[in-house]
C-alpha cells in the first residue's frame, strides 16, 4: 500500500488515510482567461511515466493539503512538503537527482 | 488465409493437423507505409482492420511494444453494453455492439459473443432516477433497454440479495443484447483478418520517436529502426500521454491502475453480467466458471498494472453484500490494466495538432465494449478526415466547453 509522510503532522500516513488530489503546481486561470489558458488549466495534465509531482489530502487525518512528489512507473515516493508553495524545494528536487538524473517536470528539473 | 471451417477441421484432422498455418505473419518492418497504428490491442487492430475492409486500405503496419492484445485488451471483464447517456456515446457504443453480433462471422474467427443481457442495478433513489433517464434517452436512441422490478432482477439473478441494509436492489436496467466476448480472441480475430489482407504486425516494437517534417508527420522511429508513414494513428490507451509527447502535443488524460480479479471456477450460478455502480463493483460467470469481478480505479497517476489492494477489498466486500453465497469463494489471480482517463469520460478520437497524425483514446475503463465501433470510426476518420461517429469526440471540445459527460450519466463504473 502507498504511504506518504504527511509534512505537517508528521504521521506516515497509508493510502485510505489519504486522498489523491491530482497533479500539483497548476497555473490557474478563470473569468477573462483566454479558452487556451482555461483549457490548459482544467483538462491538460503532464501524466508522466515517471516523475510526477501530485496534491494530496491527509483526509482521515490531521485534514491538511500537501504535495508529494513520487515517481508513477515504480510507484517510488521521493518527497512530501507543504501546500504553501508553488514550486518544489530544492531539498527535493535534489532527492529526485539523486535517484532520476537528468529528470524534468514542466519547467522545473 | 486459409478459411476456418467444420470441413477445415475435418481436412486436418485426415492428416494429423499438419496443414494449419499461422494465424498471422510477423514480418520485418517495411521502409515505408501508408498508413501505421501504434498500438496492436482491439482499437488499434480493429482500425487497421476497417481501414483495409472499408476503405481499401491495405498498405497498413500496426506496431505494438509488446504482444498483441496483450494490454487493456487482455485486461479486461469482457463486457460489452451500450446503455449510455448522451446521443454521441449512445451511437458509438451501440455501433461496437451491434458489430459484435455478427464479428464471428465477419472476421472468421470465433470471438465467442455472448449476449446474456446486461443488468445495472439502481442500489438508491439516485440510480432508480438515473437510470429511469437512461432508459428513455436509449429509447429515443434506439438501443433496446428497459428499467425492471426488483422481482424481475430476482428472476433474473436468483443468487442476488434484494434486501442488503445497506444497498436494497430497488430496481435495474436491463440490456437484452448487452453480454460478453472472449477479449483474447477479439485481438486475434482482428489480427488474422489484417494479416490475411496483407497488413504487416509488428510485435517487440517500440515506438521511440515520431519524426515530423513542417507540421505534418513523415514517419516514426523504433527499436526495428525508422518507419516512414503518410499517416499515422496513436491508439496506445494508457501510454497515450506518452506517446503524445514524443509526437510534440498534449493531451488531457491522466493514467490510472484499474484492477479486475476472478474467483475459483464453480458450477453455473448467474447467466445475466450485473453492474453495481454505487459499490463500484460488477461480476459475471466466465464460461469456464470463474465468478469475473471488476472494481474501480485508484486515485493517483500510475504506470504500473497493478492497484491498491484495498480496492479489491472495497469491492469485494460490497458485492459480498448483494450476493452473499461468493462470501467463501477464493480468488485465483488479480490484474490491473492502465486505464487513460478524460475529464468528462468520453473517448478522443480526433486529429491532433501534427497534420497526418490521429488519436484513439480516453476510452477509460470501459474501452473493451467498444473496440469495433471505435476502429470502425477511428478508420473512417483516418481515411476521410471525419466520421460521423467520431466528429463528435474531437479533441477541440475541451477548449469549446461541448463536453459528452458520461461520468455524471453513468455514476462511476464504465
Redesign the interface.
Given at each position: 500500500?502507498?504511504t506518504l509522510q504527511c509534512p505537517y503532522c508528521g504521521v506516515m500516513a497509508e493510502?485510505?488515510e489519504l486522498?489523491?488530489g491530482?497533479?500539483a503546481h497548476l497555473k490557474r486561470f478563470g473569468p477573462g482567461s483566454s479558452?487556451?489558458d482555461?483549457?490548459t488549466y482544467?483538462?491538460?495534465?503532464?501524466?508522466?511515466?515517471g516523475v510526477?509531482f501530485?496534491r494530496w489530502r491527509h483526509v482521515n487525518g490531521c485534514g491538511k493539503w500537501f504535495h508529494a512528489a513520487?515517481c508513477?512507473?515504480?510507484?517510488e515516493v521521493f518527497g512530501t512538503y507543504s501546500a504553501q508553495v508553488s514550486e518544489p524545494p530544492q531539498q527535493i528536487k535534489d532527492a529526485i537527482t539523486a535517484k532520476r538524473p537528468g529528470w524534468s517536470w514542466r519547467n522545473f528539473a | 488465409m486459409k478459411r476456418y471451417s467444420a470441413f477445415a477441421i475435418a481436412r486436418e484432422a485426415a492428416r494429423y493437423h499438419t496443414g494449419w498455418e499461422r494465424a498471422w505473419a510477423s514480418p520485418q518492418p517495411k521502409k515505408k507505409y501508408d498508413v501505421i497504428i501504434v498500438g496492436a490491442g482491439g482499437h488499434g487492430l480493429a482500425t487497421a482492420y476497417y481501414l483495409g475492409k472499408n476503405f481499401g486500405i491495405t498498405n497498413v503496419a500496426v506496431i505494438e511494444k509488446g504482444w498483441l492484445g496483450g494490454g487493456n485488451t487482455g485486461r479486461n471483464t469482457t463486457i460489452i453494453r451500450s446503455n449510455y447517456l448522451q446521443d454521441p456515446s449512445a451511437a458509438i457504443y451501440e455501433k461496437a455492439r451491434s458489430l459484435y453480433e455478427t464479428m464471428s462471422q465477419d472476421l472468421n474467427y470465433n470471438v465467442m459473443f455472448s449476449p446474456r443481457g446486461l443488468i445495472m442495478l439502481a442500489q438508491t433513489q439516485h440510480e432508480v432516477r438515473g437510470y429511469l433517464r437512461t432508459a428513455h434517452a436509449n429509447a429515443l436512441q434506439g438501443v433496446a433497454t428497459e428499467f425492471i422490478t426488483p422481482q424481475q432482477v430476482k428472476e433474473l439473478v436468483p443468487i442476488i440479495n434484494l434486501d442488503g441494509p445497506r444497498y436494497p436492489v430497488l430496481g435495474g436496467l436491463l440490456q437484452k443484447r448487452g453480454g460478453t466476448a472472449r477479449h483474447d480472441a477479439v485481438a486475434w480475430g482482428y489480427a488474422r483478418a489484417c494479416s490475411g489482407m496483407g497488413m504487416d504486425i509488428i510485435q517487440q516494437c517500440e515506438v521511440t520517436g515520431v519524426r515530423r517534417e513542417g507540421g505534418r508527420v513523415v514517419g516514426v522511429d523504433t527499436t526495428k529502426g525508422s518507419i516512414d508513414c503518410d499517416k499515422l494513428g496513436i491508439v496506445v490507451a494508457g501510454?497515450s500521454?506518452?506517446m503524445a509527447?514524443k509526437a510534440g502535443f498534449?493531451?488531457?488524460?491522466?493514467?490510472l491502475a484499474l484492477q479486475a480479479l476472478v474467483s475459483e471456477p464453480i458450477k453455473p450460478c448467474m447467466d445475466v453480467v450485473v453492474m453495481a455502480n454505487t459499490v463500484h463493483g460488477y461480476m459475471s460467470q466466465s464460461d469456464k466458471g470463474e465468478m469475473v469481478i471488476g472494481g474501480g480505479t485508484?486515485?493517483?497517476?500510475?504506470?504500473?498494472q497493478r492497484g491498491?489492494?484495498?480496492h479489491i477489498e472495497e469491492t469485494i466486500r460490497a458485492l459480498i453484500e448483494t450476493f452473499p453465497m461468493i462470501s467463501r469463494l477464493k480468488m485465483l489471480r488479480q490484474w490491473g490494466g492502465i486505464v487513460d482517463m478524460?475529464?468528462d469520460r468520453s473517448p478522443i478520437l480526433s486529429k491532433t495538432p501534427v497534420e497526418g497524425i490521429f488519436v484513439n483514446c480516453g476510452w477509460g475503463t470501459g474501452g473493451f465494449k467498444a473496440i469495433p465501433g471505435s476502429g470502425w470510426a477511428m478508420a473512417e476518420l483516418m481515411a476521410k478526415g471525419h466520421s460521423p461517429l467520431a466528429d463528435e469526440f474531437g479533441l477541440n471540445r475541451?477548449?469549446?466547453g461541448r463536453f459528452i459527460d458520461e461520468s455524471v450519466a453513468a455514476g462511476v463504473a464504465h
Open positions: 500500500m502507498l493510502e485510505t486522498h489523491a491530482g497533479e479558452d487556451e482555461f483549457e482544467m483538462f491538460m495534465r503532464e501524466n508522466p511515466k510526477h501530485e513520487r508513477t512507473a515504480t510507484l | 501510454h500521454g506518452v509527447e498534449r493531451l488531457p488524460i491522466e493514467s485508484d486515485g493517483f497517476n500510475n504506470y504500473t491498491s489492494f484495498h478524460t475529464g475541451f477548449a469549446e
